[in-house]
C-alpha cells in the first residue's frame, strides 16, 4: 500500500469535501447530517401548537409569557453517520503482482472516505478481511481515527480468500458501510447480508476496485491463474482474450445491476483513476459516464 505520507496529499486533495447521508438519520447525537427527531437546536424551522404529551420542555416560554399561547419552537436537528469501511484483502487483489495497483486504490479509497467521514464529525471504523486475521477497528471519533486506519492498513497485506461478509455482523440501523473490494470473492454472501442491512436502514456502498489489465488483458498474458486458487488455470490467446473481455463487462454490468437494486449505491473505482476524484464521485453520488445508465 501506499506509504503513510503518501496520504498527507490525498488527504489535501479532499479538503472541503462532504459525505452526506442520503436520508434523514433517526439519531440524537449531534452531527452534520439531516435527522428524522426534531429537537432544540439553533437551526429554527417553525412554531406549532403544543399538543397534549408533548415535552413541555420545549415550549417557547418567552412566547408563552407574551401571548399566554402555548407553542412550540420546532428545529431540524443533524445526526452524526457512524461509517464502517470493509476493505477485501484477499489475494485477487494484489492485481498487477508487479505493482498492487488494485490495493493501493482500496488503501487510498478507503483512507480518503474516512477522512471526509471524520470532517463531518463521523466516528469511522475498519474491517479488513485479511488471511493473517481480521482486523477490526471499531468506530471512533477520535483525533487519531485516521492514522490508527492508515497504521491498520499498512500492517495487511492481499492474500488468501478471507470472506468480507463477516464484517458486515454487528452494524446498527442508521449506520453507514463502504465496502471496497474487486468482489471477486464471497460475493453473494456479501450482497445477501447487505441486502438485510439496507432493509433495516443502513446505507451501503459497494465500491468496485477494477484495473485496466484485468478489463483489457495485455498482448503479453498467455497463461491466466486464479489468484485465490493457483490449481485453476487457463491458456489465453486472441479468441479466448475476446471472450475474457465481453464477459468481464457483462459481469460487471450485472454485479453492479444486482446491488442498486438491493438499494446500494454502487460506484466504480478503477486503480488507476486519481483516487480523490474517486472519492468526490462517492461522496456526492455521482457515477462515471460509461456506467451511466
Given at each position: 500500500?501506499?506509504?503513510?505520507?503518501?496520504?498527507?496529499?490525498?488527504?489535501?486533495?479532499?479538503?472541503?469535501?462532504?459525505w452526506?447521508?442520503?436520508?434523514?438519520?433517526?439519531?440524537?447525537?449531534a452531527?452534520?447530517?439531516?435527522?428524522?427527531?426534531?429537537?432544540?437546536?439553533?437551526?429554527?424551522?417553525?412554531?406549532?401548537?403544543?399538543?397534549?404529551?408533548?415535552?413541555?420542555?420545549?415550549?417557547?416560554w418567552?412566547?408563552?409569557?407574551?401571548?399566554?399561547?402555548?407553542?412550540?419552537?420546532?428545529?431540524?436537528?443533524?445526526?452524526?453517520?457512524?461509517?464502517?469501511?470493509?476493505?477485501?484483502?484477499?489475494?485477487?487483489?494484489?492485481?498487477?503482482?508487479?505493482?498492487?495497483?488494485?490495493?493501493?486504490?482500496?488503501?487510498?479509497?478507503?483512507?480518503?472516505?474516512?477522512a471526509?467521514?471524520?470532517?463531518?464529525?463521523?466516528?469511522?471504523?475498519?474491517?479488513?478481511?485479511?488471511?493473517?486475521?481480521?482486523?477490526?477497528?471499531?468506530?471512533?471519533?477520535?483525533?487519531?481515527?485516521?492514522?490508527?486506519?492508515?497504521?491498520?492498513?499498512?500492517?495487511?497485506?492481499?492474500?488468501?480468500?478471507?470472506?468480507?461478509?463477516?464484517?458486515?455482523?454487528?452494524?446498527?440501523?442508521?449506520?453507514?458501510?463502504?465496502?471496497?473490494?474487486?468482489f471477486?470473492?464471497?460475493?453473494?454472501?456479501?450482497?445477501?447480508?447487505?441486502?438485510?442491512?439496507?432493509?433495516?436502514?443502513?446505507?451501503?456502498?459497494?465500491?468496485h476496485?477494477?484495473?485496466?489489465?484485468?478489463?483489457?488483458?495485455?498482448?503479453?498474458?498467455?497463461?491466466?491463474?486464479?489468484?485465490?486458487?493457483?490449481?485453476?488455470?487457463?491458456?489465453?490467446?486472441?479468441?479466448?482474450?475476446?471472450?475474457?473481455?465481453?464477459?468481464?463487462?457483462?459481469?460487471?454490468?450485472?454485479?453492479?445491476?444486482a446491488?442498486?437494486?438491493?438499494?446500494?449505491e454502487?460506484?466504480?473505482a478503477?486503480?488507476?483513476?486519481?483516487?480523490?476524484?474517486?472519492?468526490?464521485?462517492?461522496?456526492?453520488?455521482?457515477?462515471l459516464?460509461?456506467?451511466?445508465?
Open positions: 500500500m501506499p506509504a503513510a505520507g503518501d496520504f498527507g496529499g490525498l488527504l489535501d486533495a479532499l479538503v472541503g469535501v462532504s452526506p447521508a442520503r436520508r434523514p438519520i433517526g439519531s440524537g447525537v452531527g452534520s447530517h439531516p435527522s428524522r427527531l426534531r429537537g432544540m437546536t439553533a437551526e429554527f424551522t417553525e412554531y406549532r401548537p403544543y399538543r397534549q404529551g408533548d415535552d413541555p420542555r420545549r415550549l417557547d418567552k412566547l408563552l409569557a407574551r401571548t399566554d399561547r402555548a407553542y412550540l419552537r420546532v428545529t431540524d436537528d443533524h445526526a452524526t453517520r457512524t461509517t464502517l469501511l470493509l476493505v477485501d484483502a484477499s489475494a485477487s487483489m494484489a492485481f498487477p503482482s508487479d505493482s498492487l495497483a488494485k490495493w493501493g486504490q482500496a488503501c487510498r479509497v478507503a483512507v480518503g472516505l474516512a471526509v467521514a471524520r470532517r463531518d464529525g463521523d466516528p469511522v471504523g475498519l474491517f479488513i478481511a485479511r488471511e493473517q486475521g481480521d482486523a477490526r477497528l471499531p468506530p471512533s471519533s477520535r483525533r487519531l481515527a485516521i492514522a490508527d486506519i492508515i497504521r491498520t492498513l499498512g500492517e495487511s497485506a492481499p492474500r488468501g480468500s478471507s470472506p468480507l461478509a463477516s464484517g458486515l455482523h454487528g452494524i446498527r440501523a442508521g449506520w453507514r458501510v463502504a465496502i471496497v473490494s474487486d471477486l470473492g464471497d460475493e453473494p454472501a456479501l450482497l445477501r447480508a447487505a441486502r438485510e442491512l439496507i432493509v433495516n436502514g443502513v446505507e451501503v456502498f459497494a465500491i476496485i477494477v484495473a485496466a489489465e484485468e478489463e483489457t488483458p495485455s498482448a503479453g498474458v498467455r497463461l491466466a491463474t486464479d489468484p485465490e486458487d493457483n490449481r485453476v488455470r487457463r491458456v489465453l490467446h486472441e479468441d479466448v482474450v475476446s471472450e475474457y473481455v465481453l464477459a468481464f463487462s457483462t459481469w460487471r454490468a450485472s454485479l453492479a445491476d446491488w442498486r437494486r438491493a438499494g446500494a454502487y460506484s466504480l478503477p486503480a488507476e483513476e486519481d483516487a480523490a476524484a474517486v472519492i468526490r464521485r462517492i461522496a456526492r453520488g455521482l457515477q459516464p460509461s456506467l451511466t445508465r
